[in-house]
């Protein structure tokens, strides 16, 4: 198994609404672990993939020179409404599919996402017109290992 990398202890601050703000403190979260991306506000890394006949055999940590890259942020609309947005760039040859669940603040319900394909060379981006407290990418695999 990999080594796993660990963020240091942080605390995370979303906006909700105009007036509301959502805090919470984190201790040891790894960015990446057991094939699985951990993503919060700000946050700015990659991973590397590892393929075997085209499959992903595993994920790896990659604070740069990666092979897909994620940058986390929140944005404040005009009208005051946070939104969540997740920027990917792929730099591998393969488009690359993953799953993705959510938390969000006040709600202890794991939540399901859709993640579009991310193709080869190609800069993609996500979002949502809600905070997210955690965005977890998982189950990474090719377009080509999909259709088998």
Excluded: C
């Amino acid at each position: 198994m990999a080594d796993v990398t660990f963020r240091e202890p942080f605390s995370l601050k979303l906006h909700v609404d105009r007036e509301t703000s959502y805090e919470e403190t984190f201790e040891k979260i790894p960015y990446v672990q057991d094939g699985a991306v951990f993503l919060f506000k700000d946050d700015e890394f990659g991973i590397n993939i590892e393929l075997s006949d085209g499959a992903v055999v595993s994920v790896a940590y990659a604070p740069v020179l990666a092979d897909l890259t994620f940058r986390f942020s929140q944005r404040i609309s005009r009208r005051g409404g946070p939104a969540m947005v997740l920027e990917m760039e792929n730099h591998t040859d393969e488009t690359i599919l993953m799953d993705a669940m959510m938390t969000v603040p006040g709600d202890d319900e794991i939540l399901r996402a859709i993640i579009f394909p991310v193709s080869p060379g190609i800069d993609s981006q996500e979002s949502w017109n809600h905070p997210i407290v955690q965005l977890v990418l998982y189950r990474f695999r090719t377009l080509g290992s999909e259709q088998e």
